[in-house]
């Protein structure tokens, strides 16, 4: 039982009670009143309607996106005989920060009552809803009685997934340069024949078909679509150097969120996606496949992968990839190089794959550096501050530069930007046709 305002309120109207009617000899008289009150609140709860008839269900995507807003409904059913009225709580993970927890009820008797509210979770892997607990109004105002909705079940939290979504709305829409993506206009070139039509104002004289326009007497041009059937296959580095964090979040987690919107796109254009995990040793591989079945894999393969503080083998990873992917594909390496030793490194385990493939190494750029070398010096601390940024921003200069002149491609941006620059990336090479050589 819990008191409500109006129990306290006349709990407390004893005292001057109690004081009045001592001094009429009356001793125990406003003990007696207080007690009254006791007995009848806690009367007024065995009155109360039973919840035994109520159900709560949630709804919510089958799958929860790390770092997004996620919207989830909540159904109260009241299958009794009588209405119901209270506050309900639902009980989201704690590691969930959500836009509210409470809600005022208000569900007659064979009725239902609807809600919703959004869930932000802050990392991913698998989490618990709890129950339910109602705060149940009973008779006449006097308390409350707290009673538990068992409505338990596991979610499963993932990369940003609505990002893909909203990706998939402006791709279908021709948005994408919403989003930061620009299409490469496609030349011919590496595409492959769809059909004939007639010519028209502004079409490339090189695609006129002089045999089919002889035919026909009037100039007809061929029409081309991007050649399908090609592969991408994402590489990922877990260890040491993707554990630094980037506003908070691990770059490890900035990572997969556009390697997964570069992967989507791939889906959608046809082409083969394959996956490679690695630390010390290879972790997971997933030959490369097309169809959204292959996207789900891959998905399901990074929901819980982690940065481990080890020393990653680059060498060793790129040669188990090499022994068993032979065709000509675009490689995207996700990891990291601090200074030229790191990118030395780096080239020596690509530089075999880079002959066959297209290849690219992907980092996530930390903002806060260059803010950091070009700040005013006011003190001690901001002068070491600023000449540990100037240090370190020359490193990953000299490393770029490294990388860069060996015809390896290195893609650098910040944590927002950098999937819309992969999947420029991406839709370049297969605009220009790279991939078919």
């Known amino acids: 039982m819990i008191p409500s305002r109006r129990t306290l309120g006349l709990l ?11 001094q009429m000899g009356i001793v125990y008289f406003g003990l007696a009143f207080d007690l009254v009150i006791l007995v009848a609140a806690w009367i007024t709860t065995r009155l109360a309607p039973s919840v035994s008839s109520l159900r709560l269900k949630r709804k919510f995507d089958p799958v929860l996106s ?5 919207r989830i409904e909540l159904t109260l059913e009241n299958d009794g005989d009588e209405g119901i009225t209270g506050l309900l709580r639902d009980e989201a993970p704690n590691r969930f920060t959500a836009s509210r927890r409470e809600f005022r009820v208000n569900v007659e008797a064979g009725r239902h009552q609807e809600f919703s509210y959004t869930v932000k979770p802050h990392e991913r892997g698998s989490e618990e809803f709890s129950g339910a607990w109602l ?3 009973c008779p006449f105002g006097l308390a409350y009685r707290d009673v538990y909705i068992p409505a338990e079940e596991t979610v499963r939290v993932y990369p940003n997934l609505l990002a893909l979504k909203e990706f998939n709305l402006l791709n279908q829409q021709g948005r994408l340069r919403e989003i930061g993506i620009r299409q490469t206009r496609k030349r011919g070139i590496g595409m492959e024949f769809e059909s004939l039509r007639e010519y028209a104002e502004g079409d490339d004289f090189r695609k006129i078909d002089h045999k089919a326009s002889a035919r026909r007497g009037k100039l007809v041009v061929r029409q081309y679509e991007t050649e399908r059937n090609q592969a991408v296959i994402l590489v990922i580095d877990i260890g040491r150097h993707m554990l630094a964090e980037v506003d908070g979040v691990r770059k490890l987690d900035h990572v997969l969120d556009s390697l997964l919107m570069l992967a989507n796109a791939a889906a959608i254009a046809g082409d083969n996606i394959g996956l490679l995990v690695y630390a010390e040793n290879v972790r997971r591989y997933i030959p490369p496949r097309k169809g959204r079945t292959q996207v789900g894999m891959i998905i399901e393969a990074l929901h819980d992968l982690i940065a481990e ?3 990653s083998d680059p060498v060793g990873a790129y040669a188990y990839l090499a022994s068993r992917w032979k065709r000509r594909s675009l490689l995207v390496a996700f990891t990291d190089y ?5 990118a030395r490194e780096l080239l020596a385990a690509f530089s075999p794959l880079a002959r066959r493939h297209i290849t690219v190494i992907a980092r ?3 903002p806060r550096w260059n803010d950091i070398s070009t700040q005013p010096v006011r003190d001690v601390k901001s002068m070491y501050q600023r000449t540990a940024a100037t240090i370190l921003t020359e490193d990953r200069r000299a490393a770029t530069h490294i990388i860069g002149n060996s015809g390896i491609y290195n893609l650098e941006a910040e944590p927002q930007e950098l999937a819309a620059k992969l999947v420029t990336f991406y839709m370049d090479v297969k605009a220009r046709g790279r991939l078919a050589g």
């Open 66 to 70: 790390v770092r997004a807003d996620n």
């Open 338 to 342: 601090e200074d030229p030793d790191r």
């Open 12 to 22: 407390a109207l004893g005292i001057p009670i109690a004081a009045i009617t001592a």
């Open 309 to 311: 503080p080890v020393e």
């Open 135 to 137: 705060r149940l109004d």
């Open 364 to 366: 996530v750029s930390d």
